[in-house]
Each structure stands twice: as structure tokens, then as C-alpha cells.
T-cell receptor, first 114, second 112 residues
Framework: AQSVAQPEDQVNVAEGNPLTVKCTYS??????LFWYVQYPNRGLQFLLK??????LVKGSYGFEAEFNKSQTSFHLKKPSALVSDSALYFC????????????FGTGTRLTVIP | NAGVTQTPKFQVLKTGQSMTLQCAQD?????MYWYRQDPGMGLRLIYYSASEGTTDKGEVPNGYNVSRLNKREFSLRLESAAPSQTSVYFC???????????FGPGTRLLVL
């Protein structure tokens, strides 16, 4: 069975500092990994994904994520946080076969402090 | 392009009432999904439709029914609403052969 863990419910970072939002996963087979962001009262917006290839994946709004197979992690990073990055971030893994739906972590609320 | 749209945005129901949540997409995607989002939890799959004319249960289907009316539209029906169905409901789509899902803005449902 698949699982996704986001160990931090809340991450606070000062504007201009680097940010990291952590995600670890467990899935049978090759992992397809995703990050989505949710702004207040909005739907989820796709940020980036890892399917295969380079372990460092670049996505929207300057975000990137590093796939680490040995640590089964897919942490989201940004070199310099903006106040507008404050939102709820979800890590997800594709469930192989069947619906090919996404299995989501519980989310991490990022607050960037001016 | 509107992408994925959902109606209504917000609804209040009394226990036992029925309602249908609507989802429409203009992305020409084959697969459509209904998820629910509850506080402190990730999104959970209710039902999905791999293509027009097919539907299947997801992780939490009890108390719901769905209809894939055509390629564009996928509706979610609550026949007899219960307070446990208070949630935010998201529709999503995915193109064949692609992995990324695209989400609508959500419907916030309160069952009293």
C-alpha cells in the first residue's frame, strides 16, 4: 500500500530565506511524485512532478524538489521565500494501476514572515 | 479556457436532503475524479471515471453516486446528506497518457 508523510504541519520561514517542505513516501514500484499548492479558498495548483530522469525537478514559481530514492524523500525547496508563497502544500504519489489517482499527504502550511 | 469548473461554490444542506455537485471541463481530458478534503487530512478519492461511460469507486464512496454525463461533465450526488459529509469537494481531470491532474476550485458543503 502507498503512503505519504509530511512530518511538519506548519513551517515558518523569513522572507528571503530558503525554504524546505518535507515529504517522504512509500509505494510499490516506481514512484510518481507530485507537489501541489493550495491558496485560501482555491483549488489545488500543480507545482511540479517527478516521473523519471533527473533527481532535481524544477517547477512553477521558482520551486524545485529533489527525489532521493535511498531516503524515499521528495522535499520541496525554494532558494528565496516570498510572502506570496504562504499557502498549504501537498505532496502526493500516484497510486499505480486502477484509477491512477493521487494519494495525498496531510499537507504543510507554509508561512513566510515579512 | 475555463479549465475545470465546479458548481455550486458553497452549499448548506439539512441532514437527509439530496443534492448534486457539478463538474465540467473544457480540457478534453478522458479521466475525471471526485475528491473530498477534510481538515488535517489529505484529499481522498470518492469516485473516478477513466473515460466517458465508465465510473468506479475510490477510497470513500459510501453515501455518494456519480454520473459521467459526457466527456465534459462528471457529477457527484448525495442522496441523503449526513453531517459526516461536511467537507470541501474537488473535481480533477487527467489527460490520457499524462500524469498531472488538474483541479477545480472546489465546492464547500455544510450538512447540518
Amino acid at each position: 500500500a502507498q503512503s505519504v508523510a509530511q512530518p511538519e504541519d506548519q513551517v515558518n520561514v523569513a522572507e528571503g530565506n530558503p525554504l524546505t517542505v518535507k515529504c517522504t513516501y512509500s509505494v510499490s514500484g516506481n514512484p510518481y511524485l507530485f507537489w501541489y499548492v493550495q491558496y485560501p479558498n482555491r483549488g489545488l495548483q500543480f507545482l511540479l512532478k517527478y516521473i523519471t530522469g533527473d533527481n532535481l525537478v524544477k517547477g512553477s514559481y521558482g520551486f524545485e524538489a529533489e527525489f532521493n530514492k535511498s531516503q524515499t524523500s521528495f522535499h520541496l525547496k525554494k532558494p528565496s521565500a516570498l510572502v506570496s508563497d504562504s499557502a498549504l502544500y501537498f505532496c502526493a504519489v500516484r497510486v499505480p494501476g486502477g484509477a491512477n489517482n493521487l494519494f495525498f499527504g496531510t499537507g504543510t502550511r507554509l508561512t513566510v514572515i515579512p | 479556457n475555463a479549465g475545470v469548473t465546479q458548481t455550486p461554490k458553497f452549499q448548506v444542506l439539512k441532514t437527509g436532503q439530496s443534492m448534486t455537485l457539478q463538474c465540467a471541463q473544457d480540457m478534453n481530458h478522458n479521466s475525471m475524479y471526485w475528491y473530498r478534503q477534510d481538515p488535517g487530512m489529505g484529499l481522498r478519492l470518492i469516485y473516478y471515471s477513466a473515460s466517458e461511460g465508465t465510473t468506479d469507486k475510490g477510497e470513500v464512496p459510501n453515501g455518494y453516486n456519480v454520473s459521467r454525463l459526457n466527456k465534459r461533465e462528471f457529477s457527484l450526488r448525495l442522496e441523503s446528506a449526513a453531517p459526516s459529509q461536511t467537507s470541501v469537494y474537488f473535481c480533477a481531470t487527467r489527460d490520457r497518457g499524462q500524469e498531472t491532474q488538474y483541479f477545480g476550485p472546489g465546492t464547500r458543503l455544510l450538512v447540518l
